[in-house]
Each structure stands twice: as structure tokens, then as C-alpha cells.
């Protein structure tokens, strides 16, 4: 085998092994979109949890038609479980901004009024929430 040949070898074993870690990270991010964003969209709840009784089950539409109201039901207090959570999530969490405000100095309150805008902003597709202005939510008590 001469040296030429040798080297084009090894360019088309690294093109092949490029284009394999591209593909898996293509693919890679198509998956973990779906898991992440898609997935967990609450609004999807009850059809998910539906079909996968159906499917598992392998239900009648007599049957689906029978537990349909029941699934509504579930699925509308688990979206009301879920937005109570997250309510009282952000409240303990202002209220110990609130206290930690207190031992700051006025640059780190900066700071920290820009991560509670941040963390709002990200938040906010998911739905209404209620807001509160930077300045209120960090002032010392």
C-alpha cells in the first residue's frame, strides 16, 4: 500500500466518523426538542394520557368515550395542581429574594434583579403569570 493511498484512507475514516457524530447530534437535538419542549406541554395532557390508555388497554371507542370525561376531569386538576405549584413556587421565591435583598449591596441587588427579570422572561410562553416589578419584589424589609 503506498503512502498516498494510505492517507486518503484515513481522510475518508475521518470524514465518515464527522459526519456520523453530525448525525447523531442532529438527531440528537430533534429528540431531546421533542422531550423537552413538546412533550411536556401541559395543554396535551389529557389527549396524551387517552391515547396511551387506549393504546395499552387496547380500549373499545365505547370504552374511550366512557372514560373521556374522566380523563378531562384529571387532566383539569393536574393543570390546576400544576399552575397552584408553580404560584406558590414563585412566591417563596420572591419572599427570599425579598430577605436576602436585605444583605446585598446595591450592586449585587442589581444583579439579582436582573436574574429575577431574567427567570421571568424565560418563563413567560408558558402562560399568564402574575407579575411583579423588579423593584418591589427586592426591596429590604
Do not use: C
Not at 393504546?55 to 384529571?74: C, G, M, N, R, Y
Not at 387532566?75 to 435583598?101: D, F, S
Amino acid at each position: 500500500m503506498n503512502r498516498a493511498l494510505q492517507w486518503k484512507l484515513i481522510a475518508g475514516f475521518i470524514l465518515v466518523f464527522i459526519a456520523g457524530g453530525m448525525t447523531g447530534a442532529f438527531f440528537g437535538a430533534v429528540h431531546a426538542r421533542h422531550l423537552f419542549f413538546e412533550f411536556h406541554h401541559p395543554g396535551l395532557m389529557g389527549v396524551r394520557m387517552r391515547d396511551r390508555l387506549r393504546t395499552e388497554l387496547k380500549l373499545t371507542p365505547e370504552q374511550v368515550a366512557k372514560i373521556s370525561p374522566i380523563i378531562d376531569k384529571t387532566a383539569a386538576q393536574l393543570a390546576e395542581i400544576r399552575k397552584e405549584t408553580g404560584r406558590r413556587v414563585h412566591e417563596i421565591m420572591i419572599g427570599a429574594h425579598r430577605e436576602m435583598a436585605a444583605n446585598l449591596t446595591e450592586d449585587q441587588r442589581l444583579k439579582l434583579q436582573e436574574i429575577e427579570a431574567r427567570h421571568r422572561h424565560w418563563g413567560r410562553p408558558r402562560g399568564p403569570r402574575e407579575s411583579t416589578t423588579p423593584e418591589a419584589s427586592l426591596t429590604p424589609q
